[in-house]
T-cell receptor, first 109, second 116 residues
Framework: GEDVEQSLFLSVREGDSSVINCTYT??????LYWYKQEPGAGLQLLTY?????DMKQDQRLTVLLNKKDKHLSLRIADTQTGDSAIYFC?????????FGAGTRLTVKP | DVKVTQSSRYLVKRTGEKVFLECVQD?????MFWYRQDPGLGLRLIYF???????EKGDIPEGYSVSREKKERFSLILESASTNQTSMYLC????FGTGSNTGELFFGEGSRLTVL
């Protein structure tokens, strides 16, 4: 089947903004999610957006949703070394959740 | 807080051995899931369960089976481990249906299995 796609690597300098992009597959997805995985740990929900929204802001995080292009992005402002992790985009399809391959964000001091 | 606990963080097994991975959640979630995570491939669903004694195949069920005898516990079984099953295994749980909840998955910390 079709995949949720995202780039595998992103490297930024501390204090810069990070933008992680994702394309998803199902226009009927109710929610779209960003999960964060720190080294040696499971995934934790970072933020989510309901499909009838275009944007959601939560402190340093901004999620943009373009339903026409099935494009989701996560912007992290003032990126810190503690933001270094793998970020997964996911879409809900009925009772299933489909994940991208994950973007490894590296923050250089 | 929701807690999903996986019994073993690290396991080393030999080819042909039977392997049990246990997962317990404490939030009375109906749904439970087993994923495997491999570099560059993301998370791939092995099996999931919507209720006790109920199971559904995910995208890559071959070589695996599951058991859900109690609502809080979901076990992943490798009947005869092979080297290509070396991976990180993640258990997750969620409420059933969308309703007023967001469908968020709650993950355990993972079990890293090495098959020699």
């Amino acid at each position: 089947g079709e995949d949720v796609e995202q780039s595998l690597f992103l490297s930024v300098r501390e204090g810069d903004s990070s933008v992680i992009n994702c394309t998803y597959t199902d226009s009927s997805s109710t929610y779209l999610y960003w999960y964060k995985q720190e080294p040696g740990a499971g995934l934790q929900l970072l933020t989510y957006i309901f499909s009838n929204m275009d944007m959601k802001q939560d402190q340093r995080l901004t999620v943009l949703l373009n339903k026409k292009d099935k494009h989701l992005s996560l912007r992290i402002a003032d990126t810190q070394t503690g933001d270094s992790a793998i970020y997964f985009c996911a879409e809900s399809i009925r009772n299933d959740m489909r994940f991208g391959a994950g973007t490894r964000l590296t923050v250089k001091p | 807080d929701v807690k999903v606990t996986q019994s073993s963080r690290y396991l080393v097994k030999r080819t042909g051995e039977k392997v049990f991975l246990e997962c317990v959640q404490d939030m009375d979630h109906e749904n439970m899931f087993w994923y495997r995570q491999d570099p560059g491939l993301g998370l791939r669903l092995i099996y999931f369960s919507y209720d006790v004694k109920m199971k559904e195949k995910g995208d890559i069920p071959e070589g695996y089976s599951v058991s859900r005898e109690k609502k809080e516990r979901f076990s992943l079984i490798l009947e005869s481990a092979s080297t290509n099953q070396t991976s990180m295994y993640l258990c997750a749980s969620s409420f059933f249906g969308t309703g007023s909840n967001t469908g968020e998955l709650f993950f355990g910390e993972g079990s890293r299995l090495t098959v020699l």
